[in-house]
């Protein structure tokens, strides 16, 4: 069974931008959001939310309402909950303890964005792999 862990993802490069932009615009709070698209190897949207955590210059917590409309358009056959994202705002982009702790094996996508990077991690259920991953054109089709 393929388990999406030895799949290159692929992701648009606009949402690559978009990371940035997000990061950029929040520090020194951490940014968050949600990475959509249609299979679990291909991201082709970024949805910035808020974050609701109670120390956002530290931590993050997408804020629940979109999270749940997220879920529910993807149960009627909208786009699919590739993973998440969040900031580092000074750190690196790779997973911080806490981010370890959140960890659920659920096998969705983490980007961090931390010291002008972008980097892609698979939440294993003991920690995170980090995933391979190359830009491609926004155009879900040219894939």
């Not at 949600?34 to 917590?61: K, Q, S």
């Not at 002008?116 to 491609?136: I, K, P, T």
Request: with cysteine; charged share 25%.
């Amino acid at each position: 069974m393929d388990d999406g862990e030895t799949r290159v993802l692929a992701v648009a490069r606009a949402v690559v931008s978009l990371l940035h932009e997000e990061a950029a615009l929040a520090a020194p709070l951490e940014c968050c959001g949600l990475l959509l698209g249609p299979a679990r190897d291909h991201v082709t949207r970024a949805l910035p939310t808020a974050n609701v955590a109670a120390d956002p210059r530290r931590r993050f917590e997408i804020d629940p309402r979109p999270l749940l409309d997220a879920h529910r358009a993807e149960r009627a056959g909208g786009e699919r909950i590739v993973g998440y994202y969040h900031s580092h705002p000074a750190g690196a982009a790779v997973p911080s303890a806490t981010d370890g702790e959140n960890s659920t094996g659920d096998l969705r996508i983490w980007a961090i964005i931390g010291e002008g990077q972008v980097a892609f991690w698979r939440d294993s259920g003991n920690g995170f792999v980090e995933q391979s991953w190359r830009r491609v054109d926004d155009d879900p089709g040219g894939v």
